[in-house]
C-alpha cells in the first residue's frame, strides 16, 4: 500500500526559529495538502498544492507560512517565525484526482510531524 | 464557514453491541469521507461517499450519506473491541483542491 511519509516525526524549536516540516507524497498523486491538529482540537486545513502552485488556503495560513515542491517529490511546509500556538500535529497528504470517483477521491495521510513551540 | 457536528462525541458500548455515530452540518458537501485516527497517527480512510442516498459497506461497518448530502452516518453492527478509535468525518466541496472540513470525531470505546 502506497505511502505517504513525513519527516521529523517530532520536533521541538525555539520561539521565533523557521521549521521545515517534510513530506513525499504518494508519487502519483495530483494534489498535495498540509493540515494542523492541535491537541485535542480537529484536525484543520491550511494549504492544498497542485500543479506547482497553491490552489487553496484557510486563514490560518498567513505570511508566516509557506509551502514548495522543490523536486518533483518532496513536498515541504516552512514556518517562518515559530510561535508557541503553532504547537500542533502537522500532516501531509495527498490524493488523486477528484471527481473521478473510486479510491483516488480520498486522501492519504501521513503519519504527522509532532511540533513543540518552547 | 462550514461545520460537522459528530455526535457523540463519546460512546462506550459492550462487544457484540451494535452502534451509530452522526455527522451532521448545514451545508451541502459534495462528498463525505470517514477515517478512523489512532493517538498519535494520521487519519486513515475508510470510505467516501458521492451520491445523495448512497450507502457502502465495508464487513461490519454500513456508511450512508443524506439525500441532501449534508449529513452521513456511521453504523457498526456487533462491535469488536479492535472498532476501538477515534471516528472522523469530513466534507469536501467541488473543485479537487478544496480543503476537508472535519468534524471534531467519536471517540468510540468497545468493551469486552
Known amino acids: 500500500e502506497p505511502e505517504v511519509t513525513q519527516t521529523p516525526s517530532h520536533q521541538v524549536t525555539q520561539m521565533g526559529q523557521e521549521v521545515i516540516l517534510r513530506c513525499v507524497p504518494i508519487s502519483n498523486h495530483l494534489y498535495f495538502y498540509w493540515y494542523r491538529q492541535i491537541l485535542g482540537q480537529k484536525v484543520e486545513f491550511l494549504v492544498s498544492f497542485y500543479n506547482n502552485e497553491i490552489s487553496e488556503k484557510s486563514e490560518i495560513f498567513d505570511d508566516q507560512f509557506s509551502v514548495e515542491r522543490p523536486d518533483g517529490s518532496n513536498f515541504t511546509l516552512k514556518i517562518r517565525s515559530t510561535k508557541l500556538e503553532d504547537s500542533a500535529m502537522y500532516f501531509c497528504a495527498s490524493s488523486g484526482a477528484p471527481g473521478t470517483g473510486g479510491k483516488d477521491y480520498g486522501y492519504t495521510f501521513g503519519s504527522g510531524t509532532r511540533l513543540t513551540v518552547v | 464557514t462550514q461545520l460537522l457536528e459528530q455526535s457523540p462525541q463519546f460512546l462506550s458500548i459492550q462487544e457484540g453491541e451494535n452502534l451509530t455515530v452522526y455527522c451532521n452540518s448545514s451545508?451541502?458537501?459534495?462528498?463525505l469521507q470517514w477515517y478512523r485516527q489512532e493517538p498519535g497517527e494520521g487519519p486513515v480512510l475508510l470510505v467516501t461517499v458521492v451520491t445523495g442516498g448512497e450507502v457502502k459497506k465495508l464487513k461490519r461497518l454500513t456508511f450512508q450519506f443524506g439525500d441532501a448530502r449534508k449529513d452521513s452516518s456511521l453504523h457498526i453492527t456487533a462491535a469488536q473491541p479492535g472498532d476501538t478509535g477515534l471516528y472522523l468525518c469530513a466534507g469536501g466541496l467541488w473543485g479537487g483542491a478544496d480543503g476537508l472540513t472535519f468534524g471534531k470525531g467519536t471517540h468510540l470505546i468497545i468493551q469486552p
Open positions: 451545508s451541502v458537501f459534495s462528498s
